[in-house]
């Protein structure tokens, strides 16, 4: 249904809109993932509900197990610690705030998950953001290396790239890590959708002293709203990581035990879960290809999202972001988010979502294009 303008007025906020309408919306903007996982994931949340174990603070290190399942998901060393965070987000914070200090700086690529850039300037650090949107659609070893100075502290490695969704080759990944230890540089590796890649390289094979894992249970288990992560490295690095948590109550009981349970079937629900967005991703190409002044830089994409660039449309991308919201009912992300320098070139779509949401956006998306074409 279309909004009043009392409506509108009233959810000018386009989150906001989308919560009051969730039923709804098909929801392609936050790289959630609303695909069936295992039903033993919310038995494990809803036993911990019937016996009430949140009546009780977990044990500061997690529940029991836990830990222990995320290094072995990873493949961590041997030695490898592991510190249970309210999602991924505060993993980052623990990080940036243990680590930089006022006046370094840390390189990073734009677009990027800005979230990260602002937890490095809060630290008094520099995120120094270079350009990746253009081919190869990533960044390079020799392309960093330029960008080393004496301030630089930190290397940030997103892998696969939020929001383009470019992977790293193992001989990319290694090159970064050899940057790091010419150059005495923490690797902070953040792996959030790498269940979704179709080649993976731990930078803690190659360089496991220097390297920070950062991972989410959001985008792999679809449990966004349960806000459960990790932070993972070496003993050295995460004595110090663990002086900066402020959260010593653990996180969510519930979203542990779902994540708990998440790990301990993951490889009976993951395979379905990347097949069929997988199958999303090739029809929404099929769409794309078909709008003139639109197509995909990156494709296939290696996580659950992809950005398309409608720049030869002379669209606005936070006038189609509303278009197909407000008058659609489909949730797709302006460009801006991600990259103030190139946001408006693009927006960003996900698409670990039932196979009938993409078909509202197949039909939804041209129609938007058209109607707001310059």
Request: proline share 7%; net charge negative; aromatic share 8%.
């Amino acid at each position: 249904m279309v909004p009043s303008p009392e409506e509108r007025r009233r959810d000018a906020d386009p989150f906001l809109y989308a919560h009051r309408h969730r039923d709804d919306i098909v929801w392609m903007s936050q790289n959630t993932n609303q695909l069936p996982t295992d039903p033993r994931i919310e038995e494990a949340i809803m036993e911990a509900v019937r016996t009430k174990e949140y009546n009780l603070y977990p044990h500061a290190r997690g529940v029991e197990g836990l830990t222990e399942a995320l290094l072995a998901d990873i493949g961590a060393p041997d030695d490898y610690r592991c510190l249970v965070t309210n999602g991924a987000i505060e993993a980052l914070y623990i990080l940036t705030r243990a680590f930089l200090s006022k006046g370094e700086e840390v390189i990073c690529t734009n677009p990027s998950f800005m979230p990260i850039h602002h937890q490095i300037r809060l630290c008094g650090a520099r995120p120094v953001e270079l350009p990746v949107y253009g081919e190869p659609y990533k960044l390079s070893p020799e392309r960093a290396a330029e960008a080393v100075t004496p301030k630089t502290k930190a290397l940030l490695l997103i892998d696969p790239l939020n929001p383009l969704g470019t992977e790293y080759t193992p001989e990319e990944v290694r090159g970064f890590c050899d940057l790091a230890e010419d150059h005495d540089l923490l690797l902070v590796h953040d792996i959030t959708y790498k269940d979704f890649a179709f080649s993976h390289t731990p930078a803690h094979d190659i360089i496991p002293e220097r390297t920070l894992d950062v991972y989410s249970f959001s985008k792999n288990a679809g449990m966004a709203g349960m806000r459960l992560g990790a932070l993972m490295g070496p003993p050295g690095l995460m004595e110090r990581a663990v002086e900066y948590n402020t959260n010593v109550l653990s996180a969510n009981i519930l979203a542990q035990r779902g994540g708990l349970a998440a790990l301990r079937t993951k490889e009976d629900w993951m395979p379905r879960v990347v097949s069929q967005a997988r199958r999303n991703q090739e029809m929404i190409r099929e769409v794309v290809e078909g709008v003139e002044g639109c197509f995909l830089p990156v494709y296939p994409s290696s996580t659950n999202m992809f950005v398309i660039d409608i720049s030869g449309t002379g669209v606005d991308p936070t006038m189609l972001q509303d278009e197909m919201l407000y008058n659609h009912h489909v949730f797709i992300r302006d460009g801006r988010y991600v990259s103030r320098e190139f946001g408006e070139n693009f927006v960003r779509v996900s698409f670990t979502i039932p196979e009938e949401g993409i078909r509202r956006f197949a039909r939804a998306f041209p129609e938007a294009v058209e109607k707001l074409r310059k």
